[in-house]
């Protein structure tokens, strides 16, 4: 069976692992956390940058950070993943759900104006497979009505927006490193802090609500308690492996690049022909390689075609349910005008494989995704046929 997804290790790794044990310092906030740290503010410009043990973990930092209070709402996407509403529900906050573009599948920009109210707090976007909002007009917006940005990018490692990279663009953001992304540590994050102001209380509250970073500085003399806070921190064994995937960063990213450049030429006949719909990325955003997706005519066809390709061995996969239309979302969070997008796309994307090493069994991949697609279409002919 090819999988999926399979994570992929850079060939430094284990080395760099066994020194952080050698330097005798396994918890975290060690020599490898510093060394992403300084990578992660260097190649993105943020004003600093904290490793956290999940991107879920950074988005609850900046929750936090944003003093949100019981009632308090927060616009964001419907077609994410639930740590980006989580994050903000466990403080108490109403996540507002907006309706995505059809192009790009980010949150449509033009319905934000209308779902901010006197309780908005923030805004939370989300950069899908890698390809950036449209982060000029969402600034904009948000500086009209005096609310901070926070930037779910934990799809966007080294992705960018006009040349500015995805997370440094809002006051906060959000990376993700858990094995499925395109640097992976197993699991991680980080979060990366953009407006200074919460430079301080983002180390306190990451550090359990201590100010153990000022105490390691040398700049008070003991530490305590002085704020709310939890373990926020990974270990030196997950930065050692980080590190050795940040260091060769951009060398995963072209080869991811190669792949989905391969994807993409293949299903463009395909959607010429009006039989799928390829993924589009503005000419402003330079993309990642996070993922390939394709978007089918219908939830049927979407059925038929991974069932097929999971008959010929090859794995894929579809993403989000809406976070609307879920148990808890409907619990914690109201709808801000339609969803028909979130609604359509959700149901026909499906997630081709990718993953660095796929590249000498392409052929076999294409091979199966065309007889998938057929079989899609036979069975959707099928259907209509005994239903008229």
């Known amino acids: 069976m090819l999988p999926f997804n399979k994570p992929y290790m850079s060939g430094r790794e284990l080395d760099l692992i066994k020194e952080a044990y050698a330097q005798g310092h396994l918890s975290g906030d060690g020599m490898f956390t510093k060394r992403c740290h300084s990578w992660l503010e260097s190649h993105t410009g943020s004003a600093k940058s904290l490793l956290t043990h ?58 934000l104006e209308a779902a901010i109210g006197p309780r908005t707090k923030a805004i939370c976007v989300v950069h899908y497979a890698g390809v950036a909002c449209e982060m000029d007009e969402i600034m904009t917006i948000a500086r009209r009505h005096g609310l901070p940005v926070v930037e779910d990018a934990a799809q966007g490692v080294m992705s960018s927006y006009k040349g500015r990279p995805l997370g440094a663009i809002g006051q906060l953001g959000a990376f993700s490193f858990h094995e499925t992304k395109n640097v992976i540590s197993g699991e991680g994050g980080a979060l990366l802090i953009n407006d200074a102001r919460y430079i301080e209380r983002a180390e306190i509250i990451r550090e359990k609500g201590t100010d153990r970073s000022r105490f390691f500085r040398g700049q008070v003399d003991k530490y305590t308690w002085i704020d709310v806070g939890s373990s926020y921190l990974p270990g030196e064994v997950v930065a050692a492996f980080l590190f050795a995937q940040l260091e060769e960063a951009e060398s995963i990213t072209q080869q991811r690049l190669k792949i989905w450049d391969t994807y993409h030429c293949w299903a463009e006949r395909l959607e010429v022909d009006d039989r799928l719909r390829r993924p589009v990325v503005p000419a402003e955003c330079q993309h990642n390689a996070h993922m390939y997706y394709l978007l089918l005519p219908s939830l049927a066809h979407r059925e038929h075609f991974i069932a097929s390709l999971k008959s010929q061995e090859v794995g894929a996969v579809f993403h989000y349910v809406p976070l609307h239309s879920t148990p808890q979302g409907r619990r914690s969070g109201r709808v801000s005008g339609q969803m ?46 005994s239903a008229t």
């Open 54 to 111: 999940s991107c879920t973990a950074a988005l609850e930092i900046a929750a936090l950070l944003l003093d949100l209070r019981p009632g308090d709402e927060v616009i964001m996407p419907s077609f994410t993943f639930v740590s980006t509403a989580n994050a903000f529900v466990l403080r108490g906050a109403v996540p507002v759900f907006v309706d995505i573009r059809a192009d790009t599948l980010n949150i449509d920009e033009r319905l």
């Open 340 to 385: 028909d997008v979130t609604d359509s796309c959700s149901e026909r994307l499906v997630r081709l494989p990718m993953w660095i090493g796929i590249e000498p069994h392409m052929d076999r991949v294409l091979a199966a995704c065309e007889t998938a697609l057929e079989h899609a279409e036979a069975a959707s002919r099928m259907h209509w046929s």
